[in-house]
C-alpha cells in the first residue's frame, strides 16, 4: 500500500450512516492507532487494553448515547482494508467479553504499519483529514490532546463552503454573540465572534443562515462539545453533565433557561430540524 491508497481509505471510511446519526467510532480508533505508532508503539494491541480509552473517547467527542460499543469498530474496521485481527474474522464474536476473554489483538495492517513509520508526516495528514471529515474545528485540538497525538503545526483543510456564511451570520445577530451578547472590536476589525453551525457541516448541514447563530469563541467550543444546546424555544440549556468552579456560573449558569438574542429579521431564526439534529447528535443531555 502507498501513500495514496491510505489517503483515499482514509477520505472515504466506511462510516455507519442513519438519519443523520453520528457514528465516530472508526475515526477515534483511527486517531488512536495513529498516536499509538507515532509514539512507536507499532505491535497488535490487546482489545482490553483500547476498550477503556476509546470507550471514553465515544463519551467525550461522540454523541450522547445510552451505551457505547468501542467493539464494533475494533472489529469492523477491517472492512476498510487497513486493519487486522489476529484471528480470522469468521472465527470472532463482536462482543467485548468475548473479545476480552479470547485475547483479541488488532491495529493497522503491517503494510499500513509500515508506511507510517517510514512517513510520519502522513501520520499527521491522514489526522488531519480524520478531523476535518468527522468533528468540528473547533473539538481538533481536545481530540489530539485526548488520543495523545502531538505535531509541531497542524493543517486546516479548507473544504467546499459558502464564503459568505460567516459574515451572513454575524451580520444576522448584529455582530454579536447570540448567547452573551460579547461584541469586541479591534479597529474595525471583529474579534472573538464567529459563525457556528447548528448541523455540523461534517452532518451535511448546510451553510444558510438557519442553520447558524453568531457565538463567541467561548460559547461556540462550548455549543460544539454538547456542554448547552438551544432548544426548540430558542432557551439556552446547560448539560447536567456540565460543572465547574471559577467561570462557571459566569459563562453557562446565568444563562441557562433564557433564551438567545433574537437575530434581526425573522427568517433567520434556527430551523427546528437543525436544533433537532443538534440536541441528538451533540448535546450532553
Known amino acids: 500500500m502507498n501513500a495514496a491508497e491510505f ?18 467510532h472508526k475515526p477515534l480508533l483511527i486517531l488512536l492507532a495513529l498516536a499509538r505508532i507515532k509514539n512507536g508503539q507499532t505491535e497488535l494491541v490487546l482489545f482490553s487494553e483500547i476498550r477503556d480509552p476509546l470507550e471514553q473517547l465515544l463519551k467525550d467527542f461522540g454523541p450522547n448515547r445510552q451505551s457505547y460499543h468501542p467493539e464494533q469498530p475494533f472489529v469492523r474496521l477491517i472492512n476498510d ?13 463482536i462482543k467485548n467479553n468475548w473479545l476480552i476473554q479470547n485475547q483479541i489483538k488488532g491495529g493497522f495492517s503491517e503494510a499500513v504499519t509500515l508506511l507510517l513509520k517510514s512517513n510520519q508526516a502522513l501520520i499527521r495528514e491522514a489526522a488531519e483529514a480524520i478531523l476535518d471529515a468527522h468533528f468540528e474545528p473547533s473539538m481538533h485540538d481536545d481530540i489530539l490532546s485526548a488520543v495523545g497525538l502531538e505535531f509541531d503545526y497542524i493543517t486546516r483543510i479548507v473544504r467546499k463552503r459558502d464564503a459568505k456564511f460567516r459574515e451572513r451570520i454575524l451580520s444576522a445577530y448584529d455582530h454579536s454573540c447570540a448567547v452573551c451578547g ?21 452532518a451535511g448541514g448546510p451553510d444558510r443562515e438557519d442553520n447558524g447563530v453568531a457565538l463567541c469563541s ?19 440549556i446547560v448539560s447536567k453533565r456540565a460543572h465547574g ?18 437575530p434581526v429579521e425573522k427568517w433567520f431564526y ?11 447528535e451533540v448535546f450532553k443531555g
Open 81 to 93: 482494508g487497513i486493519w487486522q485481527l489476529d484471528r480470522a474474522r469468521k472465527d470472532i464474536e
Open 270 to 280: 434556527p430551523d427546528p430540524e437543525y436544533i433537532e439534529w443538534n440536541v441528538r
Open 7 to 24: 489517503k483515499t481509505i482514509i477520505d472515504h471510511l466506511k462510516v455507519w450512516k442513519k438519519n443523520g446519526q453520528r457514528a465516530p
Open 245 to 262: 468552579t471559577y467561570g462557571f456560573d459566569d459563562w453557562l449558569m446565568r444563562y441557562h433557561g433564557k433564551e438567545i438574542r433574537h
Open 182 to 202: 460579547f461584541n469586541v472590536r479591534l479597529g474595525h476589525q471583529l474579534v472573538g465572534v464567529e459563525a457556528a453551525h447548528i448541523k455540523w457541516h461534517q
Open 218 to 236: 467561548m460559547h461556540h467550543k462550548l455549543y460544539d462539545r454538547g456542554v448547552f444546546t438551544i432548544a426548540n424555544d430558542k432557551k439556552v
